[in-house]
């Protein structure tokens, strides 16, 4: 708007032709354009968020809020890590929840036992790896570990 009103008081004064007031709007409007384009270009480039750090979380599978853990496919999120379990038999794995394209929540697939985003297809190795794009720093992988009690499955997630 302030360009527009900038021009126009230009064009008073110095008596711009239409032509070269049409040029000179087109000019300002493909520069700010690029502007917007680059800002946002460079913006998808960061990682994000952070992975957590120091992590050292321990989730009973018999309570009900990690259940899913039990069955193959199972994921549950927690504390900025998405926890799964494999189609392998007594095989859990973790890795940072969000995507480092632009930090969506990625899902399990059993398919191949991988990480997918659905806000532009990013794919991620059980590893955290990036198979598919545009992400192309991997997730952060945890280790876990997990212990068979009288009640059933307790995880330990570190990293
Ligand atoms: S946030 Fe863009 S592909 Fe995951």
């Known amino acids: ?48 968020p952070n992975p957590p750090s120091n992590v050292n979380i321990t989730l009973d599978l018999s309570n009900a809020a990690y259940k899913s853990l039990n069955t193959a496919g199972g994921y549950i999120y927690t504390d900025g890590i998405i926890v799964a ?9 973790a890795v940072s929840q969000y995507c480092t394209h ?16 659905s806000e532009k297809g990013s794919v991620f190795a059980y590893s955290g790896g990036v198979v598919t794009g545009p992400a192309t720093v991997p997730l952060k992988q945890y280790s876990v ?3 068979q009690t009288i009640n059933g499955t307790i995880l330990n997630i570190t990293g």
């Open 1 to 48: 708007m302030c360009l527009f009103i900038y021009l126009h008081e230009q064009a008073n004064t110095v008596k711009l032709d239409r032509k070269e007031f049409l040029s000179l709007i087109g000019v300002s409007t493909g520069a700010f354009a690029l502007g917007r384009c680059l800002q946002g270009c460079k913006a998808a480039a960061q990682p994000y």
């Open 85 to 93: 379990k494999t189609t392998s038999p007594n095989v859990w794995i």
């Open 102 to 117: 632009l930090g969506t929540s990625v899902v399990f697939q059993t398919t191949n036992n991988d990480f997918y985003c």
């Open 145 to 147: 570990t997990y212990s």
